[in-house]
């Protein structure tokens, strides 16, 4: 039996993966579920599956948790520090589904333990890429893409040369806006923000994907998971979400990774790798879909994306603060504090300013340094953020 663990299990990408470890019970052996204050969904998952331990991420949820739990084995916990320990269990698969840079540690002691981390929370490798290659090289863990993007790309290279790898597209939706006129954006809600036209996903990467602040963080992702120069990754636009990344190769071809938009794929790929099982998807129907087309994302519509090559270029702890900032300025837009298009400037802000900061972004690559420079970008965001308001 493998062990299992799901960090982030009451979230889409949590529940994605607990419905195909729950398709073969006899299969896996799960070892800690966590969640934050849907305490309901967790303990009962925990109890279905006979988790080992079960971790709300709220340390005020800790009573509600052990009350859901009663009498049924499963031990209860609350808080970062437990997280982190639920992390240092053993475990042969470890899917990373929490959403944010609350996700980076307990990924981080997964790879630590050697596991196989399945990896759907990209802020690990924009905050914390070389340090999470490096953690699964030191100490024997692997990590696999869950993105659809990366899967698709990771599952393109499979058996190839990657000295021979030319270029990686990543495709977009577009989100919720791609048709809306510019002057409108301005005045975009959250409400409508967080309906996607393709994906179900949860509402803050569904809010990333309409300012393609979500796309910005995949070319941070693939540069860290594939080596490539920011020349080498390119986004385009496809409205139809069913090609979800090419890889062009120096002899002209192009591999293409087409699909229905269900996360199952990329979760149960990652589940099975390196072999590939059959999976409860929907299989994709090309002629009733006609066609697939593709575009340009263009610039000014989406300014986030540019800020992805600027994180690149500026190189060392950029990718850390990009990712706070981004974190703060959605918190403000979810609460209504600033416009839709108010983000991107507000990071870029904040990149500008921490590049005079007494934290450097050029300390070397350690959670110390990393967690100090999100601490400060986060800090420096509502700055600009309380100066914006003045
Ligand atoms: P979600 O909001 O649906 O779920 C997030 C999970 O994280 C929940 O279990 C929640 O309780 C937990 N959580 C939230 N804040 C936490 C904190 N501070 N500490 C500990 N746990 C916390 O999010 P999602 O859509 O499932 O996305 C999860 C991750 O996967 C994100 O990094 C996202 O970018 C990535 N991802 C998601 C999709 C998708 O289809 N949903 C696709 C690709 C990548
Ligand atoms: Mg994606």
Same mark, same amino acid.
């Given at each position: 039996?493998?062990?299992?663990?799901?960090?982030?299990?009451?979230?889409?990408?949590?529940?994605?993966?607990?419905?195909?470890?729950?398709?073969?019970?006899?299969?896996?052996?799960?070892?800690?579920?966590? *969640?934050?204050?849907?305490?309901?969904?967790?303990?009962?998952?925990?109890?279905?599956?006979?988790?080992?331990?079960?971790?709300?991420?709220? &340390?005020?949820?800790?009573?509600?948790?052990?009350?859901?739990?009663?009498?049924?084995?499963?031990?209860?916990?609350?808080?970062?520090?437990?997280?982190?320990?639920?992390?240092?269990?053993?475990?042969?698969?470890?899917?990373?589904?929490?959403?944010?840079?609350?996700?980076?540690?307990?990924?981080?002691?997964?790879?630590?333990?050697?596991?196989?981390?399945?990896?759907?929370? !990209?802020?690990?490798?924009?905050?914390?890429?070389?340090?999470?290659?490096?953690?699964?090289?030191?100490?024997?863990?692997?990590?696999?893409?869950?993105?659809?993007?990366?899967?698709?790309?990771?599952?393109?290279?499979?058996?190839?040369?990657?000295?021979?790898?030319?270029?990686?597209?990543?495709?977009?939706?577009?989100?919720?806006?791609?048709?809306?006129?510019?002057? !409108?954006l301005r005045s975009a809600t959250p409400e409508e923000a967080a309906t996607h036209p393709t994906w179900d996903m949860g509402q803050r990467i569904t809010i990333?994907?309409?300012?393609?602040?979500?796309?910005?963080?995949?070319?941070?992702?693939?540069?860290?998971?594939?080596?490539?120069?920011?020349?080498?990754?390119?986004?385009?636009?496809?409205?139809?979400?069913? &090609?979800?990344?090419?890889?062009?190769?120096?002899?002209?071809?192009?591999?293409?990774?087409?699909?229905?938009?269900?996360?199952?794929?990329?979760?149960?790929?990652?589940?099975?790798?390196?072999?590939?099982?059959?999976?409860? &998807?929907?299989?994709?129907?090309?002629?009733?879909?006609?066609?697939?087309?593709?575009?340009?994302?263009?610039?000014?519509?989406?300014?986030?994306?540019?800020?992805?090559?600027?994180?690149?270029?500026? *190189?060392?702890?950029?990718?850390?603060?990009?990712?706070?900032?981004?974190?703060?300025?959605?918190?403000?837009?979810?609460?209504?504090?600033?416009?839709?298009?108010?983000?991107?400037?507000?990071?870029?802000?904040?990149?500008?300013?921490?590049?005079?900061?007494?934290?450097?972004?050029?300390?070397?690559?350690?959670?110390?340094?990393?967690?100090?420079?999100?601490?400060?970008?986060?800090?420096?965001?509502?700055?600009?953020?309380?100066?914006?308001?003045?």
């Amino acid at each position: 039996m493998r062990r299992v663990s799901v960090f982030g299990a009451t979230g889409s990408i949590g529940q994605n993966t607990i419905d195909l470890i729950a398709r073969a019970p006899d299969a896996y052996r799960v070892v800690a579920l966590t *969640g934050g204050q849907n305490i309901a969904q967790l303990a009962s998952d925990a109890r279905r599956l006979n988790a080992e331990i079960a971790v709300t991420a709220d &340390v005020d949820r800790l009573d509600d948790l052990r009350d859901a739990l009663a009498g049924s084995g499963v031990e209860a916990a609350a808080g970062a520090a437990a997280l982190a320990e639920a992390a240092c269990r053993p475990a042969d698969w470890v899917m990373s589904a929490i959403v944010g840079a609350a996700g980076l540690v307990p990924g981080l002691k997964a790879l630590e333990q050697g596991a196989t981390l399945a990896l759907a929370n !990209k802020e690990t490798l924009v905050a914390a890429g070389p340090l999470a290659l490096r953690t699964a090289q030191a100490n024997g863990g692997t990590i696999i893409p869950v993105d659809s993007e990366h899967s698709a790309v990771f599952q393109a290279l499979t058996g190839e040369d990657r000295r021979a790898v030319e270029r990686v597209t990543l495709t977009a939706s577009g989100g919720a806006f791609r048709d809306w006129p510019m002057q !409108k954006l301005r005045s975009a809600t959250p409400e409508e923000a967080a309906t996607h036209p393709t994906w179900d996903m949860g509402q803050r990467i569904t809010i990333d994907s309409a300012s393609m602040f979500n796309k910005a963080l995949e070319v941070i992702e693939a540069k860290e998971l594939f080596h490539l120069a920011a020349d080498q990754i390119e986004v385009l636009i496809h409205p139809e979400s069913c &090609v979800h990344a090419l890889v062009g190769f120096t002899d002209g071809a192009i591999m293409a990774h087409l699909g229905v938009h269900d996360m199952r794929h990329a979760i149960g790929y990652a589940l099975h790798w390196p072999e590939r099982r059959d999976l409860p &998807v929907d299989r994709l129907d090309l002629a009733a879909l006609g066609r697939l087309t593709f575009r340009a994302p263009e610039a000014d519509r989406y300014p986030a994306l540019g800020l992805a090559y600027r994180v690149i270029a500026r *190189g060392g702890l950029a990718g850390a603060a990009f990712n706070a900032a981004k974190e703060r300025a959605l918190d403000a837009f979810i609460a209504r504090r600033i416009g839709f298009m108010d983000m991107a400037e507000v990071v870029a802000r904040v990149l500008d300013r921490l590049d005079a900061a007494p934290v450097p972004i050029d300390a070397p690559f350690e959670l110390d340094n990393i967690v100090a420079i999100d601490h400060l970008a986060r800090c420096e965001a509502d700055r600009v953020m309380a100066q914006r308001q003045q």
